[in-house]
């Protein structure tokens, strides 16, 4: 009978630690960002003319070809988008035709830049 008083305080006590609310941990400090990939936007212009034009070009010899060869085109887009490619130049290449001349673009203008921070835009 000497030890219940203690029992029942002991359990007294774990019960109302558990009713203790919890301290939230911080959130993490952000790191500090890194480089961007660009130094203004109009690099950026300046960097996607320049990887459209590359692939405007290989598109526009696979098309001369009667769309043959459609992989030449792969280093310049995406894999999803590489498979849309394939598809399109595979209708060219079953009409039998092919394209004659040169596609062209003016007045680019940069619609929506995707910095991630990790070396790597969009």
């Known amino acids: ?9 002991a359990a007294v006590a774990l019960l109302l630690v ?7 941990a911080s959130p993490p400090t952000p ?4 480089t961007p990939v660009f130094a203004s936007e109009a690099d950026a212009l300046a960097a996607a003319v320049e990887a459209y034009g590359r692939y405007s070009r290989a598109s526009d010899v696979v098309a ?3 769309g043959k060869d459609v ?4 280093p310049f887009v995406t894999a999803e ?7 399109s130049f595979a ?3 079953a009409s039998g035709q092919r394209q004659v001349g040169s596609g062209s673009f003016k007045n680019a203008t940069l ?3 995707n910095d991630f921070g990790n070396g790597s835009a969009e």
């Open 1 to 9: 009978m000497r030890k219940l008083p203690f029992v029942t305080l």
């Open 18 to 24: 558990g009713c203790v609310p919890q301290v939230a």
């Open 31 to 34: 790191a500090a960002s890194a």
């Open 64 to 66: 001369h070809d009667g």
């Open 71 to 74: 992989e030449r085109i792969a």
């Open 81 to 87: 988008w590489f498979e849309k490619e394939r598809t």
């Open 91 to 93: 209708k060219l290449a």
């Open 111 to 113: 619609q929506r830049l």
